[in-house]
């Protein structure tokens, strides 16, 4: 009896400075993901005003439509919230319809930077037009890159919950996930207000 509680012991502190580690690592992640938007941010400050004679962010940008992107990612993320509070109450049913919801929304949100993209190339303002469109590209694309593995990330959520249902490890990287969807969510305010936004002033 009392090596078995012993071995009991000794696996939860196992398992507890696993899901310390697996922790520290989501957050070193996300601090590199940190200085990876900084220089983009920052690059693209320098170079704003780099049209090489071209049109500038005031006559591309529609804001209207760019707005419409950001309320979609925004109630996402809002849904990825309530989900998280399902999780705790042990709803399967709610957590995968909230991320179903939130898979849906973010998909339209991809699908319309995506439109944007396409619109700006074939009017002949891609990338290569000038050194404000590159780092305009390069700066929300990097954000759409994230907001690709963030969907196949909800897929495989999806997949798990359906399996094993809201196990502890489960319910761990749904908060991971959570943390890493809310995190897009604040580079997107800050690439509407300061690319967006201060564009078209």
Not at 24 to 50: E, K
Request: charged share 15%.
């Amino acid at each position: 009896m009392n090596v078995k509680h012993s071995e009991d012991v000794k696996m939860d502190m196992v398992d507890k400075a696993r899901q310390g580690t697996s922790a520290l690592g989501f957050w070193i992640y996300l601090m590199t993901d940190c200085l990876l938007f900084g220089a983009l941010f920052a690059t693209y400050a320098v170079l704003r005003d780099s049209t090489f004679g071209g049109p500038s962010g005031k006559e591309l940008f529609d804001m209207p439509f760019v707005l419409v992107e950001t309320l979609i990612l925004l109630t996402s993320s809002f849904i990825c919230g309530l989900l998280m509070l399902a999780a705790k109450a042990n709803r399967k049913k709610l957590v995968i319809t909230g991320l179903v919801m939130t898979f849906l929304l973010g998909a339209a949100f991809l699908t319309l930077e995506l439109t944007e993209f396409t619109k700006l190339a074939t009017e002949g303002h891609s990338w290569q037009a000038s050194a404000f469109l590159s780092a305009f590209f390069t700066l929300v694309g990097t954000h759409g890159l994230h907001i690709t593995a963030g969907l196949l990330w909800i897929g495989v959520m999806i997949w798990q919950i359906s399996r094993i249902g809201l196990t502890e490890g489960v319910v761990r990287r749904l908060t991971l996930f959570s943390l890493f969807w809310h995190f897009l969510d604040v580079i997107w305010i800050f690439i509407f207000t300061f690319v967006y936004l201060l564009g078209v002033i």
